[in-house]
Every structure is written in structure tokens, then in C-alpha cells.
């Protein structure tokens, strides 16, 4: 049973700090996604990419978070300096494109507490 | 712009009663509509995507759901729910040739035995 796998699936750290989470999407999937999801906002879209290029990253506050895919395993999500304001869960979604739609199937997520 | 609204917030029902969520969406195009799941601390599950085709689909644990282009909406159905379908539930749509999906704020359900 293909699955998106997260690590950690919990994270509590102070504020300053760094933060780096994990992603392995299924294998075989060409896109992953970054999502945030906190009670204010809803589940919000971070970055996304295909075939390990990032296509979109708007979603992202450019001047703490970074995302890299380096290699087809491995999509990492970092956050330097965390802040208080990043505390949420951060799901990892991985999807094939085939023909003119994409599913994506999501991780357990990450919950990110920053004190 | 694209949007998707679930105009529940929470919705409580007993076990064995009927269920319907509401979804609408606003897309100048032919929507591609999804319907998730997510049971407290996992991630988002697909229940059911419609693409083209018969507008009646049917999904993973006996769910159902109707495109109504007329109404643009999407709403999710089960004829008798069960106490682990507690869950929340969100719709989202994307589009041809389009990688982001628009998700709504969720709908929250609470079953009662």
C-alpha cells in the first residue's frame, strides 16, 4: 500500500530555531506538494513541484522558508528562523500527472508547535 | 476566481441517519471536483473525484456525490452514516491541464450513537 510518509509527525521547538521536515512521496510520483493548515486559514498551499523543479512557490514566505527536492525520494520543507506564527500542521502531498488532471495523495502531516 | 465554499462549518447527525454536504464552487471552466477526508490527526484521504462523464460518482466508505453543473455545486452523500465517519470533509476543485486544487474551509462532522 503506496504511501506519502512524513517525518516528524510532531515538532516542538523555540523560537529562532531551525526547523526541517520530510517528505517521501510515493514512488513513482512526479509532483509534490507543500501545504500548511491552521484554524484561521484553512489548509493553504506552500510550493509545489514536478520532476524535482519547483514550479510554484508563491504560497511562501520567501524570506524564512525554503523548499528543495534533492532527489525523487526526498522533498524537505525548511523553516529558519521559526516564529511563533508558523505553528500548524504541514501536510506533503505527491501526485502523477496523467492526462490533464492531477490527484494528489497526501501524507499524516507535521505538526509544528514553535513556542 | 476559482472558490469553493461549504457553507457548514459543523454538522451533527445521529448514526444510521442520512448525510449530505454541501459544495459549491465558482469556475469558469469544466471544474474537476474532489471530495477528502481528514480523521483527527492524519492527513487528507480522497473519497471521490468527478472529471467528466455520469455526474452521479460514487466513492470509498459508501459515499456518493452529484455534479450539478446548473447549481455548481457538489454536494456529498451517504444514505446512513457511521460513527467513524466523524470526521472533517473538505471539497476541492481544480481544472484541466491545472496542477492546484482549491480547497474549501471544511465541514466538521460529529456523529451521535
Known amino acids: 500500500d503506496a504511501r506519502v510518509t512524513q517525518t516528524p509527525r510532531h515538532k516542538v521547538t523555540e523560537m529562532g530555531q531551525e526547523v526541517t521536515m520530510r517528505c517521501q512521496p510515493i514512488l513513482g510520483h512526479n509532483t509534490v506538494f507543500w501545504y500548511r493548515q491552521t484554524m484561521m486559514q484553512g489548509l493553504e498551499l506552500l510550493a509545489y513541484?514536478?520532476?524535482?523543479?519547483?514550479?510554484?512557490d508563491s504560497g511562501m514566505p520567501k524570506d524564512r522558508f525554503s523548499a528543495e527536492m534533492p532527489d525523487a525520494t526526498l522533498a524537505t520543507l525548511k523553516i529558519q528562523p521559526s516564529e511563533p506564527r508558523d505553528s500548524a500542521v504541514y501536510f506533503c502531498?505527491?501526485?502523477?500527472?496523467?492526462?490533464?488532471?492531477?490527484?494528489?495523495?497526501f501524507g499524516p502531516g507535521t505538526r509544528l508547535t514553535v513556542l | 476566481a476559482q472558490s469553493v465554499t461549504q457553507p457548514d462549518i459543523h454538522i451533527t447527525v445521529s448514526e444510521g441517519a442520512s448525510l449530505e454536504l454541501r459544495c459549491n464552487y465558482s469556475?469558469?471552466?469544466?471544474?474537476?471536483l474532489f471530495w477528502y477526508v481528514q480523521s483527527p490527526g492524519q492527513g487528507l484521504q480522497l473519497l471521490l473525484k468527478?472529471?467528466?462523464?455520469?455526474?452521479l460518482v460514487q466513492g470509498i466508505k459508501g459515499f456518493e456525490a452529484e455534479f450539478k453543473r446548473s447549481q455548481s455545486s457538489f454536494n456529498l452523500r451517504k444514505p446512513s452514516v457511521h460513527w467513524s465517519d466523524a470526521a472533517e470533509y473538505f471539497c476541492a476543485v481544480g481544472a484541466y491541464n491545472t496542477d492546484k486544487l482549491i480547497f474549501g474551509t471544511g465541514t466538521r462532522l460529529q456523529v451521535f450513537p
Open positions: 469556475y469558469g471552466a469544466t471544474p474537476y
Open positions: 502531498a505527491s501526485g502523477q500527472k496523467r492526462e490533464a488532471y492531477n490527484e494528489q495523495f
Open positions: 468527478y472529471f467528466s462523464g455520469d455526474t
Open positions: 513541484f514536478r520532476n524535482r523543479a519547483p514550479l510554484d
